[in-house]
């Protein structure tokens, strides 16, 4: 009989052998999975790549020129600045009020922005191995051809909701030993190497106690029992919990969802694109439909170019790989008003921009020592 090897744990338990001692299961080996039509290149735990989809066979619907709004928006009254200013000082720990209080204001200018935004909601689809233990469940692999990946019916979203589902391919089950523990059931304890036993945690294995008494804890042995495994050198393989053989089948993975672009208009108030994301503004135009074509005698011609643009974008970025199932695209009129006020004798700017009239004011003059230096 082969001697048991030492390690710093314990000794190899003979039974399973060194070379059983790999303390990570190993990935499934490719001559585990059968072969079915439709999902080849599937390996275990994802990464084949998504599916691509089947061609649409929904017309391409006719271009419609939108209707003409009202492009035009109410300027901002002085009051309705005042107050705007007034709350976003109120909530400032380290701001003074009295620029807000005594402050005059000199003038305004209006800065109104357009934003266009385009939506495509799309659904993937990737294939995967995936197996669990085998506890006498159906095994219809060969019963019939499996479906084909885009013909798996699911009950899509909501439009524009992303959402997450996984499905169990049927025809796809077949039974294979557990490549784990190679359909032994159990696996070498990995705390004590297989032997059962480890360093005893009184006497670090000397089998004496500090004042060379003999450890009674392990009788002098310098080993115990390995609490992990309960002493037997194994333990019941996570793979299979004991079973031996795993039930192995394809899931297809189907992920819908919601691709954005925006494009905001040049404007020259400073206000970054960054600084207006968190704002709504008047919404002048919506479309949304299968597939759209671009925005049509829109007055700002930057605007029609970024329609054009995005949507040449996410036809070649997204069909190749995604079914897109609705498109959505929108025009909204964001308000800007820059205030010009006088205090102490000195000049200062703020801005009130968006539906909710949110304010910036980066060179507000009166804060704390501590504000200044943030």
Not at 47 to 58: A, D, E, R, S
Not at 143 to 149: D, K, N
Not at 230 to 242: K, L
Not at 297 to 319: E, I, T
């Amino acid at each position: 009989m082969e001697k048991p090897v030492a390690g710093n744990y314990g000794t190899v338990n003979p039974v399973y052998g060194a070379a059983a001692m790999s303390t990570a299961p190993s990935a499934p080996p490719a001559s585990m999975f059968d072969t079915v039509p439709g999902y080849e290149g599937t390996l275990a735990g994802g990464g084949g790549g998504y599916l691509p989809p089947p061609m649409p066979t929904v017309p391409m619907p006719m271009p419609e020129a939108p209707s003409q709004p009202d492009w035009q928006i109410p300027s901002l009254s002085e009051d309705r600045a005042q107050a705007a200013f007034r709350t976003y000082v109120s909530r400032k720990c380290c701001y003074s009020s009295a620029p807000v209080d005594e402050g005059v204001t000199t003038s305004m200018e209006t800065f109104n922005t357009y934003r266009y935004r385009l939506e495509t909601f799309t659904e993937s689809r990737t294939s995967e191995w995936s197996n669990e233990p085998y506890t006498a469940q159906t095994v219809d692999a060969g019963v019939q051809p499996a479906p084909g990946p885009w013909q798996i019916a699911t009950k899509p979203p909501t439009f524009f909701q992303d959402q997450k589902q996984t499905i169990k391919v049927p025809y796809t089950s077949s039974v294979k030993n557990c490549h784990t523990c190679l359909g032994m059931g159990r696996r070498p304890c990995t705390t004590c190497a297989g032997s059962g036993n480890k360093l005893c945690s009184w006497c670090k294995g000397t089998g004496l106690r500090q004042t060379n008494d003999r450890c009674m804890h392990c009788t002098g042995s310098g080993r115990e029992n390995c609490s992990s495994c309960r002493g037997q050198g194994n333990c019941e393989c996570a793979t299979c919990r004991g079973k031996r053989q795993l039930l192995v089948y394809i899931n297809v993975n189907v992920k819908w969802t919601t691709e954005k672009d925006n494009f905001v208009a040049q404007q020259s108030s400073g206000l970054t694109e960054q600084s207006l994301e968190s704002v709504t503004g008047k919404q002048l135009f919506q479309d949304t439909q299968y597939m759209l074509y671009p925005v049509l005698g829109f007055p700002d011609v930057s605007v029609a170019k970024a329609s054009d643009r995005f949507l040449k974008k996410h036809q070649a970025k997204y069909a190749q790989t995604s079914r897109v199932l609705q498109q959505r695209q929108t025009i909204e009129l964001i308000p800007i008003t820059k205030v010009n006020y006088m205090w102490k004798g000195k000049s200062y700017v703020y801005f009130v921009y968006g539906n909710e009239c949110e304010v910036n004011a980066e060179d507000y003059p009166a804060t704390c020592c501590c504000c200044s230096v943030m």
